[in-house]
């Protein structure tokens, strides 16, 4: 499996696995052994990056990921969106970001993915002083923490 390099430090295979229609969006969701099996499946061949969301479920879909990649700690990478709630209609929207909503959201979706410990230790100041510096100068956060010269490049 080729590789890719995500910033500077960061690197997952070519290709990686959305896994979103396991539990939400495209239909009923799938048996959960099944997903399980597809997912580390996935790892065998040579995938170390999965995506996710607390929305996709809501919840269900970190706590799958979470389960099937637990035997892989360490080898893999998983993404995710946090802050999305779902509304009245299945749609997602956007709500509070406050830090202490955000340091709450991280606890839980470190807990929901097996690593209730990292957590439990990630500093409200460097969330509040990552998200400031991203909202301060985009261009800056991208080119110092993604090694890339501007957005989108």
Do not use: H
Request: proline share 5%; glycine share 12%; aromatic share 6%.
């Amino acid at each position: 499996m080729q590789k890719r390099k995500l910033g500077n430090t960061l690197e997952v295979s070519a290709i990686g696995l959305g896994c979103m229609g396991m539990s939400f969006g495209y239909g009923p969701a799938g048996e959960k052994s099944e997903m399980i099996k597809v997912i580390r499946a996935a790892v065998e061949q040579g995938v170390t990056f999965f995506d996710t969301a607390e929305v996709y479920g809501p919840f269900t879909n970190e706590e799958l990921v979470g389960e099937a990649l637990a035997p892989f700690k360490g080898e893999v990478v998983i993404a995710t969106k946090f802050e999305w709630k779902p509304g009245a209609d299945g749609s997602g929207r956007c709500i509070d970001l406050t830090n202490e909503k955000l340091m709450l959201l991280m606890k839980n979706v470190m807990t929901r993915k097996g690593e209730p410990e990292r957590g439990s230790v990630i500093s409200q100041k460097s969330l509040a002083t990552l998200i400031a510096e991203m909202i301060q100068s985009p261009e800056k956060y991208v080119r110092e923490n993604l090694g890339v010269n501007k957005p989108n490049s």
